[in-house]
């Protein structure tokens, strides 16, 4: 779902209507992302034993903080941008987005049992 939201969000353009374009992509980023954390999270905390779920925690944090530092740093290339380039950024952004998306959608069902 938030996959299928990014790939929405690659027909935001110059002349993109909010209620048309940018908040169904934007609802769909949300409601997919809500969707995928909690299933996921519970796919890396059971593929472990009890004793190390402690540290599945963490390491779970650790990557979804990581991949927020990753995200934010990279938000600054795409805005820095100006003109058709930045229209390309975020294009790019969107597609790398949707595939991030689809990638962790995958692996709950790669790690769940």
């Known amino acids: 779902m ?3 939201g990014f790939l929405l969000a690659l027909r935001i353009g110059d002349a993109a209507g909010y209620w048309t374009e940018v908040l169904p992509a934007i609802f769909l980023i949300a409601l997919g992302v809500s969707a995928v954390v909690a299933p996921l999270t519970t796919a890396v905390l059971s593929a472990v034993d009890v004793r190390h779920t402690g540290s ?3 390491l779970n944090s650790a990557v979804a903080r990581a991949g927020g530092l990753v995200a934010t740093a990279l938000l600054g290339a795409v ?3 100006e003109g058709e380039e930045l229209w390309a950024a975020f294009h790019i952004a969107m597609i790398v987005g949707a595939a991030t998306c689809a990638t962790a959608a995958l692996s709950i069902f790669a790690l769940d049992r």
Do not use: Q, T, V, Y
Request: aromatic share 0%.
């Open 56 to 58: 599945a925690s963490g």
């Open 2 to 4: 938030a996959a299928g």
């Open 79 to 81: 805005l820095s941008a």
